[in-house]
């Protein structure tokens, strides 16, 4: 069936260092958004980005359709950065597929 | 703005007990989800309804019923409770396929 494999599980960073989570789907993808979940907390969309390069803030985005894969960067982390990172594809029907997401921790 | 509201935000129940969960939104979305999320096993799809009075099963939908009352709310049952479950349950909205989602905080659940 479709998947979403995100990679890697866990990451842990030093304050200001960069993040770079991946995510690998195995269908064609007609919408693809990154998600943050913080600890214990709801769902927060951060970006959508079917293809290309997307920035907003400290996150870019860069997804590669015909690869089938994304990629989420984030610049400068910091600790209020820390959660959970899921990525999330539409494959042109209303059953979006998530992936397992990249737990984030940042130190201090 | 909108915004979507899931209540209660914890439920306790007991074994066997059918217990209703509520979502409500006022994006004036076509399509709202179910979702349920079990540490290490992600997001997983429950019910889904394209628009009102449409009812899809997911994943995930043996053991549950939802009902569409109207475009703004979409309720999940749990049917008969299973002893030491413990959940989070994620309603999203949507304008349709392809559309961002947007996510209601979320309703714990505990069942003893």
């Known amino acids: 069936g479709q998947q979403v494999q995100q990679s890697p599980a866990s990451l842990v960073l030093q304050e200001g260092e960069n993040a770079e989570l991946q995510c690998n789907f195995s269908?064609?993808?007609?919408?693809l958004q990154w998600f943050y979940q913080s600890p214990g907390g709801s769902l927060v969309s951060l970006l959508s980005?079917?293809?290309g390069t997307k920035h907003t803030g400290r996150l870019t985005s860069t997804t590669v359709t015909k690869e089938r894969r994304s990629s989420l960067h984030i610049s400068s982390s910091q600790t209020t950065d820390s959660g959970t990172y899921l990525c999330?594809?539409?494959?042109?029907?209303?059953?979006?597929?998530f992936g397992k997401g990249t737990h984030l921790h940042v130190l201090p | 703005g909108g915004i979507i509201t899931q209540t209660p935000k914890f439920l306790i129940g007991q074994e066997g007990q059918k217990l209703t969960l509520k979502c409500q939104q006022n994006?004036?979305?076509?399509?709202m989800y179910w979702y349920r999320q079990d540490s290490g096993k992600g997001l997983r799809l429950i019910y889904y309804?394209?628009?009102?009075?449409?009812?899809q099963k997911g994943d995930l939908s043996e053991g549950y019923d939802a009902s569409r009352e109207k475009k703004s709310s979409f309720s999940l049952t749990v049917t008969s409770a299973q002893k030491n479950e413990m959940a989070v349950f994620l309603c999203?909205?949507?304008?349709?396929?392809?559309?961002?989602?947007?996510f209601g905080s979320g309703t714990r659940l505990l069942v003893i």
């Open positions: 999203a909205s949507s304008r349709g396929a392809n559309s961002d989602y947007t």
């Open positions: 269908s064609t993808a007609t919408q």
């Open positions: 980005n079917p293809s």
């Open positions: 999330a594809i539409d494959t042109n029907a209303y059953k979006v597929i």
């Open positions: 994006f004036n979305h076509d399509t």
């Open positions: 309804s394209i628009t009102e009075n449409d009812l």
